[in-house]
């Protein structure tokens, strides 16, 4: 693959419909979006969900034969951004309940958040040591006094719209209602037969990664 990503997109696009021109653009848009978190993550899966969400190709479209310049320009960005480092697939042991997020979209997300939350943790206690300062990433609030130290707020200002979005949906009532989904007062998320979906917390933890008033 000799073109860059934006050149090959826009070659893509050239002798084609408007509907698939679209189409590449939102899945050029989230492969950028991967690449400015700096993901590496550009599997036909990953990128398949989050366009989904972002109401772009689904995965089945860019694996059939009429997906093969989606599936061109997933592959570009996957070989120009080789290099990085990807993220894992790994849960730590006090984050296992990761794994009980049935929706494979949502449960990346909130893997990608812990991954990144970590990553920035560890970039703020290298540089406390290296520099011996008091580095005070907290936002702040209009009134001028800090948001609060929760590690969660802090990386809220990372998350993307796409992000924020699939996050909101999932613990709407709308979203909740179109699935036979309810909710109770511990958080604990259940299907129309009483089975549970997402344990108790669930979402009192989302609404916190959207820095969310409960």
């Given at each position: 693959?000799?073109?860059?990503?934006?050149?090959?997109?826009?070659?893509?696009?050239?002798?084609?419909?408007?509907?698939?021109?679209?189409?590449?653009?939102?899945?050029?848009?989230?492969?950028?979006?991967?690449?400015?978190?700096?993901?590496?993550?550009?599997?036909?899966?990953?990128?398949?969900?989050?366009?989904?969400?972002?109401?772009?190709?689904?995965?089945?479209?860019?694996?059939?034969?009429?997906?093969?310049?989606?599936?061109?320009?997933?592959?570009?960005?996957?070989?120009?951004?080789?290099?990085?480092?990807?993220?894992?697939?790994?849960?730590?042991?006090?984050?296992?309940?990761?794994?009980?997020?049935?929706?494979?979209?949502?449960?990346?997300?909130?893997?990608?958040?812990?991954?990144?939350?970590?990553?920035?943790?560890?970039?703020?206690?290298?540089?406390?040591?290296?520099?011996?300062?008091?580095?005070?990433?907290?936002?702040?609030?209009?009134?001028?006094?800090?948001?609060?130290?929760?590690?969660?707020?802090?990386?809220?200002?990372?998350?993307?719209?796409?992000?924020?979005?699939?996050?909101?949906?999932?613990?709407?009532?709308?979203?909740?209602?179109?699935?036979?989904?309810?909710?109770?007062e511990r958080g604990r998320v259940r299907d129309k037969d009483?089975?549970?979906?997402?344990?108790?917390?669930?979402?009192?933890?989302?609404?916190?990664?959207?820095?969310?008033?409960?």
């Amino acid at each position: 693959m000799t073109d860059e990503p934006s050149e090959l997109c826009e070659k893509l696009k050239q002798n084609t419909s408007s509907r698939t021109a679209k189409s590449l653009d939102i899945i050029h848009q989230i492969c950028t979006e991967q690449a400015e978190r700096g993901s590496t993550d550009f599997s036909i899966a990953t990128i398949g969900l989050l366009s989904e969400a972002a109401l772009g190709p689904k995965t089945q479209t860019i694996r059939n034969k009429t997906g093969e310049k989606y599936r061109a320009l997933i592959q570009s960005w996957a070989e120009f951004k080789k290099p990085l480092k990807v993220i894992s697939g790994k849960v730590r042991e006090k984050d296992s309940w990761v794994n009980d997020i049935a929706e494979p979209r949502i449960k990346w997300l909130v893997m990608d958040l812990l991954a990144q939350n970590s990553k920035l943790k560890g970039q703020l206690q290298l540089a406390k040591e290296q520099a011996n300062v008091h580095i005070d990433l907290r936002p702040v609030a209009k009134n001028g006094n800090s948001a609060g130290s929760d590690p969660l707020k802090l990386f809220n200002a990372e998350l993307l719209s796409s992000e924020r979005e699939a996050l909101e949906r999932a613990i709407s009532l709308e979203g909740q209602r179109k699935h036979g989904w309810s909710t109770d007062e511990r958080g604990r998320v259940r299907d129309k037969d009483g089975n549970e979906i997402f344990q108790v917390g669930f979402i009192s933890a989302v609404r916190k990664i959207l820095s969310l008033k409960v």
